[in-house]
């Protein structure tokens, strides 16, 4: 396997040269938030927390999405990375409807977590107060699209771990939302299989679990290494295969 | 010439509100009227949300009663989800509601009234407040202050907060009651009883010290709405609705909550964001009834122990004849026999082997589409009924609050006690006038309300204006 040498945050790293920088650099220690990235799912570089500034790069790349190449000199933390992160988790929070006090995932929240991390004290750009949508119609699970920071994480362990492929996002820009199956309630998905790998991966409180009241609800997405692990090796096999 | 007099903000009650005096040419006092000037929209933005979600949001409608908020969802969850909840689960959901009446009330007499009995309504404005009380009697506001603490302890130990806790949901409750917090708050017990009983004792000084104010603080016969078991017991969490006159006359018993609307109109006034519900056979404003501990330890047939049956027994005596304590002074009176209750009845609960099960929730799935709960928070009979579709999602939500409730008899009041205390043919209103129509107020501790005390000022700008607009007079303080 070729191997490279590159530069993070001044320390220099030997690396495989298929690894992404996200990759490389948690391997290392070095501390890149991130919130649509999940192991186990494929990279999509939407949320650009990740971003890093690469040296002779006019551009910030995803560090989630960018194999580096050889002698690569790429800062994870400087000043403008800070700004921009703390910006990208205003303008997130300013354009959904997040009231964490009464919301079931209070405390166990990624994105509080993430808010924190990135040193957010308030939000600076004028809350929009969209009017979205919440759906219940499943019988164990919902929806609330106030929540929703459009991570895609659900998108994709639907299409890649669960096969089922329920989640989509419909329209553009501002417009964009999570949707089921042909644009309608998740209770009439019948592709839908119930098995709440969507409600695990959310990182907020928009996929939830019915009945569950304020800050009840822990989530936990370690379940996905052990699928993904096993299914790459194999480990899973019924008798008398 | 007509004149206006307007004070507003009102302090130390919670929330935003102002109160307006109307003079005569004579400076004779022609009308008063308590405005509530906020607006929160609690029955709009909760459209559209889950059921499980209630509890959590309709108790940050306050920072003061919001268990009793959470517990009243939780029962209206029950009823949509047509469960029957462990007996476990009733026990906690009771020991939280007297948890919630303990601090409270604590709050309410320690805290925001008794500067004006301790120091006086005409005392220096700038120390009439928790602060002052403190230098004046220290030992006095300590015991309150940590009489307060014990009831939030016990909501903190039931639901994980003080302020906003989740203790309950529909069903029944999130956590069991562990053997050793059960035995934490016993070890509270013996001196909330002996802090009670202080007060008590300092409160009936205080019946004697202001006997010339008191018949003029909000003296009239209404109606009396609370809840009573079914045997006629004081009740705070179950039971139903009793509606007695001034006389003491019973004119309807055990009537079912969930059908309040039956019982209760609400009319809307152009001057207050504030509902004033009345009792429809006598319609608006006919049908004003007052609810909260005046009523409930009026309206009751006993208090189920010792202590707080003993200082019943007494209360009832100050209303003559008919047997009826009409004056608004005396919720005072009435809330700390309520909190005395409270203290006996959480250690009866915390003896009760079954406080400790570990049972504690029912569920169920959404089995009918409409749920009233009812529960006596602090300020009175609480309603908070809710409409849902076959997902549990919020259509309709109507809260019925213990303070609107009182809204007529408040406005009453002022006008009771501005009629008696200001004279505006002088051209001059005083600080300590003004403090009154406040505590006339404050005597139904209304839940709009933040304590500004905190500050060591008070907020209050009160205008003598002309019919012409012209500035007659200005307090600012």
């Not at chain 2, 003080?162 to 999130?174: E, N, W």
């Not at chain 2, 309709?396 to 043919?425: E, P, Y």
Request: charged share 25%; net charge negative; hydrophobic share 35%.
């Amino acid at each position: 396997m070729p191997n490279i040498t590159l530069t993070l945050d001044g320390e220099q790293y030997s690396a495989d040269a298929n690894d992404t920088i996200l990759t490389i650099a948690r391997e290392h220690g070095v501390n890149i938030p991130t919130l649509c990235h999940l192991d186990g799912l494929s990279p999509i570089g939407a949320c650009r927390l990740c971003l890093v500034e690469i040296e002779g790069s006019p551009k910030l790349q995803p560090a989630c999405t960018t194999v580096p190449a050889e002698g690569m000199v790429i800062h994870t933390n400087t000043e403008k990375l800070q700004r921009y992160r703390r910006m990208i988790v205003e303008m997130m929070i300013s354009e959904g409807n997040h009231h964490c006090a009464v919301c079931v995932v209070n405390s166990s929240c990624e994105l509080q977590d993430l808010a924190s991390e990135v040193g957010l004290t308030h939000v600076r750009f004028p809350y929009l107060f969209p009017g979205k949508s919440l759906d219940a119609s499943h019988k164990s699970y919902a929806i609330d699209r106030n929540r929703c920071v459009l991570c895609n994480r659900c998108v994709r362990v639907c299409h890649e771990v669960e096969g089922a492929h329920v989640w989509d996002i419909a329209g553009r820009g501002l417009g964009c939302t999570i949707i089921s199956g042909m644009n309608q309630p998740w209770g009439e998905s019948e592709a839908c299989t119930s098995c709440g790998k969507c409600v695990r991966v959310c990182p907020t409180g928009a996929l939830i679990e019915r009945g569950v009241g304020v800050s009840e609800m822990h989530k936990g997405e370690d379940f996905l290494k052990y699928i993904v692990t096993a299914r790459n090796k194999k480990e899973w096999v019924a008798k008398g295969e | 010439m007509p004149k206006l007099l307007t004070i507003s903000p009102v302090t130390r009650i919670e929330g935003h509100a102002k109160i307006t005096i109307q003079l005569d040419d004579n400076g004779d006092v022609l009308d008063a009227r308590f405005h509530v000037n906020e607006f929160r929209g609690f029955e709009k933005f909760c459209e559209g949300r889950l059921l499980w979600e209630m509890p959590g949001i309709t108790s940050r409608t306050c920072g003061i009663c919001p268990a009793s908020h959470m517990l009243t969802a939780s029962k209206a969850g029950d009823e949509i989800l047509a469960v029957s909840i462990p007996e476990t689960a009733e026990k906690l959901r009771r020991l939280g509601t007297l948890a919630q009446w303990l601090q409270s009330h604590a709050l309410s007499f320690f805290h925001l009234s008794s500067p004006d009995f301790i120091l006086g309504f005409d005392s220096d404005p700038a120390k009439r407040n928790v602060f002052g009380l403190m230098e004046a009697d220290k030992e006095f506001a300590r015991r309150g202050i940590r009489l307060r603490k014990f009831g939030q302890e016990i909501i903190q130990i039931l639901g994980g907060r003080r302020v906003h806790s989740t203790l309950a949901v529909p069903g029944g409750v999130r956590d069991p009651l562990e053997p050793e917090k059960r035995d934490y708050i016993l070890s509270g017990i013996p001196e909330a009883k002996e802090t009670t009983l202080l007060a008590l004792e300092v409160l009936k000084k205080i019946h004697l010290k202001f006997a010339k104010e008191i018949p003029e603080f909000g003296n009239f016969r209404t109606l009396m709405v609370g809840l009573v078991s079914k045997d006629g017991g004081l009740e705070y969490y179950d039971g139903g609705l009793r509606i007695q006159d001034g006389n003491g006359n019973t004119i309807a018993d055990h009537l079912d909550p969930r059908h309040y609307s039956d019982y209760f109109g609400e009319a809307a006034e152009p001057w207050s964001y504030m509902k004033f519900p009345y009792y429809k056979p006598l319609d608006y404003p006919g049908g004003m009834y007052r609810v909260g501990p005046l009523a409930r330890v009026n309206i009751c047939d006993y208090i189920e122990t010792p202590l707080a049956e003993a200082e019943r027994k007494l209360f009832k005596s100050l209303g003559g004849s008919v047997g009826v304590a009409n004056n608004s002074f005396y919720y005072h009176y009435a809330r700390l026999i309520e909190i005395l209750f409270a203290v006996e009845k959480i250690e009866l609960l915390l003896c009760d082997p079954t406080i400790t099960g570990t049972h504690t929730r029912a569920t169920a799935g959404v089995n009918r589409l409409d749920g009233v709960g009812c529960t006596e928070a602090p300020r009175g009979v609480l309603f908070h009924q809710y409409t849902v579709d076959g997902d549990g999602v919020l259509q309709k939500v109507n809260l019925i609050i213990a303070t609107a409730q009182n809204n007529i008899a408040m406005n009453r009041t002022v006008k009771q006690i501005a009629a008696h205390f200001i004279d505006g043919s002088k051209g001059k209103v005083t600080e300590g006038m003004l403090n009154r129509v406040e505590a006339g107020i404050r005597c139904y501790d209304p839940c709009l309300s933040c304590s500004t005390h905190a500050s060591g000022q008070m907020p209050m700008h009160v205008q003598m204006v002309g019919p012409d607009n012209e500035l007659l007079d200005e307090v600012w303080r």
